[in-house]
């Protein structure tokens, strides 16, 4: 199996900045496309970030330019670097790998999020 284990959230002054990280870990192959998903309560998940093994970024327009997302390929983990925080950005952020735990078997993997709290 493959855990996806978040850290790094927490409560921040707007115009603040806060780093999160996640590792994956257990039966794993290959990681391939990992990403940053968000939540706020009323409204649905929504895509904050993604980066592919390769390195080839995707943002969301809202957190363009404030936002920076990275991964080590060797350690399994990916990083968003978040600048510039407003009360918006508040949500449970989680964690989204895509993971090969063998040649042919691909599988999609979410960690169990964590709170990031963005005062005014």
């Known amino acids: 199996q493959v855990q996806l284990v978040e850290s790094g959230g927490g409560l921040v002054q707007a115009g603040g900045s806060l780093r999160l990280s996640c590792a994956a870990s257990g039966s794993i192959f290959r990681v391939d496309a990992m990403g940053w998903y968000r939540q706020a309560p009323g409204k649905q998940r929504e895509l904050v970030a993604r980066i592919s093994r390769s390195g080839s970024t995707n943002y969301a327009d809202v957190v363009k330019g404030r936002f920076t997302i990275s991964r080590d390929n060797a350690k399994n983990t990916v990083v968003l670097q978040m600048n510039s925080l407003k009360p918006e950005d508040t949500a449970v952020y989680y964690c989204?790998?895509?993971?090969?735990?063998?040649?042919?078997?691909?599988?999609?993997?979410w960690g169990q999020g964590t709170q990031v709290t963005v005062s005014s």
């Open positions: 989204n790998a895509d993971v090969f735990n063998d040649y042919v078997n691909l599988r999609d993997y």
